[in-house]
């Protein structure tokens, strides 16, 4: 493999389209492939090749990367890979899966002769756009040099941990994170409002203070604006909830806080708030 690898990117979604454009901003030969090809035709204009199928896509390339919405959608892309697979391409799997998910996907790694790479990433879509995003890496050692291009391409860091599925197990204690404070920022402006306040002035109040985080104001602000452009759909952080509690009961742990979490995003889920960011859990408060 050169310095500069063949790159095949499957799924130019939310994430994946930014991933790609610097990727391809990078110099890396891409090919990009997506279920809707209109997502992914735009690509096209930074220099990627946008492929009819994951086989078309696939064939030639050093790594293969996928960045789809769950192992489902992950195993059956990979399946219609299969013929335009070599063995011993390396297989950066960067969408998140949960615990289950991961181990399946070491095993068709495993039967497509691939060297898998267990490596989701933490951000959303801006994140994801300017190359910012913080990638959790796991899986061999002697691959690491071959995927440090496209990792460089889309990161701002990388830390490395062992064995393949550490990484997403880590992420979905990242994501646990993410949901918890978003569903407090939520409650607490909805409290705040029903106490008969203007429910900024909880914003206000933490304002630059030890209870203060970035995605106090970014959230908060959005709620209050009624902006909901997604970054993090309901959609995704639904499907990682329940990934995350699936995790935990596997593990023996009960995680109070996040189950509550799952159950408002499930409301807007049905109240038809998919597509929007998970701040919109905030309307069914």
Do not use: C
Not at 102 to 114: I, K, N, Y
Not at 162 to 187: C, D, Q
Not at 199 to 228: H, I, Q, S, T, W
Not at 262 to 278: I, K, N, T, V
């Amino acid at each position: 493999m050169t310095s500069n690898p063949t790159v095949a990117l499957l799924g130019t979604g939310t994430m994946g389209a930014g991933m790609a454009a610097n990727i391809a901003g990078a110099g890396l030969p891409l090919r990009v492939w997506n279920r809707t090809r209109e997502k992914a035709e735009p690509l096209a204009k930074v220099g990627a090749t946008v492929a009819d199928t994951p086989a078309e896509a696939v064939h030639g390339a050093d790594i293969v990367l996928t960045m789809l919405f769950d192992a489902d959608s992950v195993a059956a892309t990979m399946e219609q890979a299969r013929e335009g697979l070599t063995p011993g391409t390396v297989w950066l799997q960067q969408s998140t899966v949960g615990v289950e998910g991961s181990d399946r996907l070491v095993a068709l790694a495993q039967d497509l002769g691939l060297a898998y790479v267990d490596a989701p990433v933490l951000g959303t879509r801006g994140p994801a756009e300017s190359g910012a995003l913080v990638v959790l890496a796991a899986g061999p050692e002697d691959v690491r040099d071959r995927v440090a291009p496209v990792l460089d391409a889309i990161g701002s860091r990388t830390l490395w941990l062992g064995a393949a599925g550490e990484a997403s197990r880590l992420k979905l204690a990242a994501n646990a994170w993410v949901i918890t404070v978003v569903e407090g920022i939520a409650e607490a402006m909805t409290l705040t409002r029903s106490l008969g306040l203007d429910p900024a002035l909880f914003l206000e109040a933490v304002a630059g203070g030890a209870m203060d985080a970035p995605y106090v104001g970014v959230k908060g602000r959005a709620m209050l604006a009624g902006n909901f452009e997604p970054s993090f759909a309901v959609s995704g952080a639904a499907k990682d909830a329940d990934l995350i509690v699936a995790a935990a009961r596997g593990a023996g742990v009960e995680l109070a806080v996040v189950e509550a979490a799952r159950d408002h995003l499930a409301r807007a889920l049905a109240a038809g708030h998919g597509e929007q960011d998970l701040s919109a859990t905030y309307l069914e408060h």
